[in-house]
């Protein structure tokens, strides 16, 4: 079982920076993939980064289009903790944001959708303003 908490949502006008965190706790030594996900009102959650590796020892990033070259995933500790760093947010970015992980044990070669993640956090609510 893996428990996720995000922090770091709020409010910033159109240009801001905001990072977002996501505590894992439980069995998160074998937790070997880890997303961000969004859901905007009246929308589909939607991903919006992926991190992963077979060896913990090299993790790879994939980002939607619509965030490439102004998001940057991150994690430390084994995936204890997950990072998303925004930059340059737009108006569109606004949404509550999702941490995920996958099932313990599974290794990815490729990002998965949001139905290969079995475990989620409560969500941090990201507002950009104009």
């Known amino acids: 079982q893996v428990q996720l908490v995000e922090s770091g949502g709020g409010s910033v006008e159109a240009g801001g920076s905001l990072r977002l965190s996501c505590a894992a706790s439980?069995?998160?030594?074998?937790?070997?993939?880890m997303g961000w996900f969004r859901q905007a009102p009246g929308k589909e959650r939607e991903r919006v980064a992926t991190?992963?590796?077979?060896?913990?020892?090299?993790?790879?990033?994939d980002y939607a289009d619509s965030v490439k070259g102004r998001f940057t995933i991150s994690q430390d500790n084994g995936m204890n903790t997950l990072y998303l760093q925004m930059n340059t947010l737009k108006v569109d970015d606004t949404a509550m944001y999702y941490c995920?992980?996958?099932?313990?044990?599974?290794?990815?070669?490729?990002?998965?959708?949001?139905?290969?993640?079995?475990?989620w956090g409560q969500g941090t609510q990201v507002t950009v303003s104009s």
């Open positions: 995920a992980a996958g099932p313990p044990g599974v290794r990815i070669t490729r990002p998965l959708t949001l139905a290969n993640y079995r475990y």
């Open positions: 439980g069995v998160t030594y074998s937790t070997y993939y």
């Open positions: 991190i992963y590796t077979a060896d913990r020892r090299n993790y790879y990033a």
